[in-house]
């Protein structure tokens, strides 16, 4: 699969980004709905992923979607029970999803360690992972949905999702959804998609700010792989772009991107 070439936006400060990158993924979910009925979305956590779910909340235009008839995945979770507050889901709801008319049977949660699977990480992956092959229509890359935007934190480490560098995850081919044990940041025991599900996705939005990511952005976009920097292997099919504020692209080349939008 050929990777979209990375497109860079970068803005003024943290703030900014995540009200244009909440602007932005309206607009995308607005023009996917009216092209085909419905749009599918993949959530990150993080506080990147977290600022940009209150930039929604906030927005007056977050009325031009359709709720109803948006389909929510998550990109990764920390394996802990359904109502602690370390989860993905518990913060998005909190920031975003409680706040919008959504449909419940469209909002895919990944499992909880306190949910039917029990503690077996790796029964709750291959669960989440026939969620999404139902999901998917026959002419989808890898079993799983075409995601009109697949969101990723990028980690002071350069990890996405739960794919840590040189853990048994990234090197990952096969299969679309995994249980991560040892992770080196808690807790260790997450659930995540593997790179070739991320692929999938027909736009990949990549977000980091602050100044602790500005070395994890400039090594991730020179290119030394995916098992070194797992961010430099995700991409969408028609689109990746990388979402930064001036202090993470601090260490860029100024030549990779245009000048701060605002």
Do not use: C
């Not at 359709?66 to 993905?88: C, H, K, Q």
């Not at 292997?233 to 601090?250: E, H, K, P, S, V």
């Amino acid at each position: 699969m050929t990777a979209a070439v990375p497109q860079l936006v970068v803005h003024r400060d943290k703030e900014l980004m995540a009200q244009a990158a909440a602007a932005r993924l309206i607009t995308r979910i607005v023009d996917a709905q009216a092209a085909r009925g419905t749009a599918s979305v993949v959530l990150t956590g993080g506080r990147n992923g977290n600022a940009l779910m209150a930039a929604i909340a906030a927005s007056p235009a977050r009325d031009a979607v359709d709720w109803s008839r948006l389909d929510l995945w998550w990109g990764d979770e920390r394996f802990v029970p359904s109502a602690d507050p370390e989860r993905n889901a518990v913060q998005a709801t909190d920031e975003l999803l409680g706040r919008v008319p959504l449909d419940p049977a469209r909002v895919h949660f990944m499992p909880a360690s306190d949910g039917v699977d029990g503690a077996d990480v790796e029964a709750a992956a291959e669960r989440y992972a026939e969620e999404l092959a139902k999901a998917a229509r026959p002419q989808d890359r890898f079993g799983v949905p075409a995601f009109d935007v697949l969101l990723l934190g990028v980690g002071p480490d350069t990890h996405v999702a739960s794919l840590f560098p040189e853990h048994p995850g990234v090197r990952e081919s096969a299969r679309t959804v995994v249980g991560v044990r040892g992770a080196p940041k808690p807790p260790p025991t997450r659930i995540s998609l593997t790179l070739p599900a991320i692929r999938a996705a027909r736009e990949v939005w990549l977000l980091a700010a602050g100044e602790d990511k500005a070395d994890a952005v400039a090594l991730a976009l020179s290119g030394p792989g995916e098992l070194l920097a797992p961010a430099s292997g995700a991409y969408g099919t028609a689109r990746t772009l990388w979402l930064l504020d001036r202090a993470a692209a601090a260490k860029l080349p100024p030549q990779l991107y245009p000048p701060a939008s605002a």
